[in-house]
């Protein structure tokens, strides 16, 4: 039976003012783990966002923060607080597929730069603390097969920010490899829910179709996505950084598939929103955009045998969560 590993006591969260990082240390907080939130809060997407997170956290027991550049490896030796932790728990990065055409070197310093400062932390961390970080089901490009397996190739990133989710993952083997460091990382697919990234679809469509401006549909709505609430993702991350895996240990760095393992239409998705808001979405139909892929489905048998992962939420809920918290959040951002 799993049972929490009983010498975790505190916890890095890189990426704390995002969107899965502040779930993250919500949910370590919750099991009585100190948490040391490392994020540099930038501007990517509205920073009142990443703020109201951070207020939420910081107002809690247990809870510290330290505004800093993954990608400055001098920063982070600074952080004394770093070396009691236990875990590092790695989900700061520039995200984003389309953002990656237009300012690439942000990409370069933070999911580069930033996961190989990560890995020499760790390396030189006396404790050696465990790794999770994460990657993206973006590595698996415009894969036509079914559902994407870890055992796939993954050698046509079709964006940059694929490729520099997949060369993490090639950083971290190496490292293994080299340094015996225990690493696990996990590709996501699609995450959505209360708190969410405003650059990502389930955001734009909601408040366009809220204000009853027109929703860009591109591939002209040709696409599935492995949507997979944050709750679900949350228990996921959690387990496998808590719990011992029920697998004779194997290699010290594995890769995870983290999604629903249930395609969705993006059409069907557009049709449960106009559901909820109660209003008819103006469809903009638009060509595939570069770097964009036509579908994702998660293969998701090896983190469930590994680590119990069964993901629980249907889309119709996880949007309807979605939609009642940003009616209340646009509150904040003054839209009318
Ligand atoms: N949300 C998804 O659907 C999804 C899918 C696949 C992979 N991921 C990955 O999961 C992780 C978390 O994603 P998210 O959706 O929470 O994104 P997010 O943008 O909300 O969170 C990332 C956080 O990292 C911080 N950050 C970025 N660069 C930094 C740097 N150089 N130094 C310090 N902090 C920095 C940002 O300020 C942000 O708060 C990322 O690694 C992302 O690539 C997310």
Not at 86 to 106: C, K, M, T, W
Not at 174 to 191: C, D, K, P
Not at 299 to 321: C, H, M, Q, V
Request: charged share 20%.
């Amino acid at each position: 039976m799993n049972t929490q590993r009983t010498n975790i006591k505190c916890a890095v969260v890189t990426g704390a003012a995002g969107f899965i990082g502040s779930y993250v240390a919500h949910a370590l907080l919750d099991r009585n783990i100190r948490v040391i939130g490392i994020d540099n809060v930038n501007d990517y997407y509205i920073p009142i966002l990443k703020q109201k997170r951070l207020e939420r956290l910081g107002a809690r027991e247990g809870f510290a923060f330290h505004k800093a550049d993954i990608a400055d490896y001098e920063a982070l030796k600074n952080i004394e607080a770093i070396a009691e932790a236990d875990i590092i728990i790695h989900l700061a990065a520039q995200a984003g597929v389309r953002y990656s055409l237009e300012n690439p070197f942000a990409y370069a310093a933070s999911n580069l730069v930033g996961h190989l400062a990560i890995l020499e932390l760790v390396r030189h961390a006396k404790n050696t603390p465990r790794l999770i970080y994460a990657s993206s089901s973006s590595v698996y490009g415009s894969s036509t097969k079914a559902p994407f397996s870890e055992n796939d190739e993954v050698t046509h990133p079709v964006s940059l920010y694929a490729a520099t989710k997949r060369s993490d993952e090639l950083l971290s083997e190496s490292y293994a490899n080299l340094y015996n460091l225990e690493q696990i990382g996990l590709r996501f697919f699609t995450v959505y829910g209360p708190w969410g990234r405003p650059d990502m679809a389930y955001w734009t469509f909601t408040e366009n179709i809220l204000s009853g401006k027109p929703i860009r549909v591109f591939n002209h709505g040709d696409m599935m996505r492995d949507f997979t609430y944050i709750d679900d993702i949350v228990e996921g991350v959690i387990a496998t950084a808590l719990l011992p895996a029920s697998f004779t240990p194997g290699p010290p760095h594995k890769i995870y598939n983290i999604g629903n393992n249930k395609p969705e239409r993006l059409m069907h998705f557009i049709e449960i929103l106009e559901r909820e808001i109660g209003r008819k979405a103006i469809m903009q139909m638009e060509p595939m955009q570069p770097g964009d892929v036509p579908a994702t489905y998660a293969d998701i048998s090896a983190i469930s045998k590994d680590y119990g992962f069964t993901p629980k939420t249907s889309l119709e809920t996880g949007l309807r969560n979605f939609v009642a918290w940003y009616r209340d959040f646009r509150k904040t951002l003054s839209v009318k």
